[in-house]
């Protein structure tokens, strides 16, 4: 079982590129696992966590309702965004400036083999880079994702959840509201929930958050409930 986690910071990138670069790593860990079954080799996969902040963006899982994007065309040229529908689970989200989007591209064989402990361990590591905050957050009952006040009528949504997984490895993962414009999530129906709010560790905590230092918790948190060794790879040219 191979710990070592590739780590690599985008920036800030196209959704449709990131997509693209996101199925070409993907590809390339599958098909390292398809050559040791096929060969009868163990080669170790590769693992990758990637972070990324991506420009005004709308995205659709293969679970969602079309109509819970409540602008037509007009209406995304107009808030200068755009709109995808992907292979991710869930329904509508949000996606840019100011969010952390994260996107752990995993052979789960390395780890574990269980989605729902991984979605749960996920939320685990924005929970707990939430509580180096000061700030509690917890679960919703029946709902991905990390909520504040969950056990109350100010429920409210900071961070997304929806992947993919073929043959244990995993794609799409996280979006966490750091300094995130919360305006453009009245646009849609978030997650396909119609009665619960939106939040930001900005809004949270009244300022504006250093991104840099939420990366460094995260990552850490990330490391730590996986057992990961990170080890910072320079950005493959794509």
Same mark, same amino acid.
């Given at each position: 079982?191979?710990?070592?986690?590739?780590?690599?910071?985008?920036?800030?990138?196209?959704?449709?590129?990131?997509? $693209?670069? *996101?199925? !070409?790593?993907?590809? =390339?860990?599958?098909?390292? &696992?398809?050559?040791?079954?096929?060969?009868? %080799?163990? @080669?170790?996969?590769?693992?990758?966590?990637?972070?990324?902040?991506?420009?005004?963006?709308?995205?659709?899982?293969?679970?969602?309702?079309?109509?819970?994007?409540?602008? $037509?065309? *007009?209406? !995304?040229?107009?808030? =200068?965004?755009?709109?995808? &529908?992907?292979?991710?689970?869930?329904?509508? %989200?949000? @996606?840019?400036?100011?969010?952390?989007?994260?996107?752990?591209?995993?052979?789960?064989?390395?780890?574990?083999?269980?989605?729902?402990?991984?979605?749960?361990?996920?939320?685990?590591?924005?929970?707990?880079?939430?509580?180096?905050?000061?700030?509690?957050?917890?679960?919703?009952?029946?709902?991905?994702?990390?909520?504040?006040?969950?056990?109350?009528?100010?429920?409210?949504?900071?961070?997304?959840?929806?992947?993919?997984?073929?043959?244990?490895?995993?794609?799409?993962?996280?979006?966490?509201?750091?300094?995130?414009?919360?305006?453009?999530?009245?646009?849609?129906?978030?997650?396909?929930?119609?009665?619960?709010?939106?939040?930001?560790?900005?809004?949270?905590?009244?300022?504006?958050?250093?991104?840099?230092?939420?990366?460094?918790?995260?990552?850490?948190?990330?490391?730590?409930?996986?057992?990961?060794?990170?080890?910072?790879?320079?950005?493959?040219?794509?």
């Amino acid at each position: 079982m191979n710990k070592n986690v590739y780590f690599q910071d985008w920036g800030r990138v196209d959704y449709q590129e990131a997509w $693209d670069r *996101q199925e !070409l790593i993907f590809a =390339q860990v599958v098909q390292q &696992k398809t050559g040791n079954r096929v060969n009868g %080799t163990n @080669h170790p996969t590769d693992n990758y966590l990637i972070f990324v902040e991506h420009p005004h963006v709308y995205t659709l899982g293969k679970s969602g309702k079309p109509e819970n994007l409540l602008l $037509d065309e *007009q209406g !995304l040229h107009d808030k =200068q965004a755009t709109y995808y &529908k992907i292979n991710r689970g869930g329904d509508i %989200t949000y @996606h840019g400036p100011g969010q952390l989007v994260g996107y752990p591209i995993l052979d789960l064989d390395n780890f574990f083999t269980d989605i729902h402990l991984y979605m749960r361990t996920i939320e685990e590591a924005v929970i707990r880079t939430l509580a180096d905050y000061e700030i509690e957050a917890g679960r919703y009952p029946g709902y991905t994702g990390v909520w504040l006040d969950p056990d109350n009528e100010k429920a409210r949504k900071i961070c997304a959840i929806g992947v993919r997984a073929s043959r244990w490895v995993t794609m799409h993962g996280f979006a966490f509201n750091v300094n995130t414009d919360l305006n453009y999530f009245n646009h849609i129906v978030p997650c396909g929930i119609d009665d619960k709010a939106v939040a930001s560790l900005q809004g949270e905590l009244g300022r504006e958050v250093d991104m840099e230092e939420v990366k460094e918790h995260l990552k850490k948190h990330f490391a730590d409930l996986f057992k990961m060794n990170l080890i910072s790879a320079a950005l493959t040219a794509f």
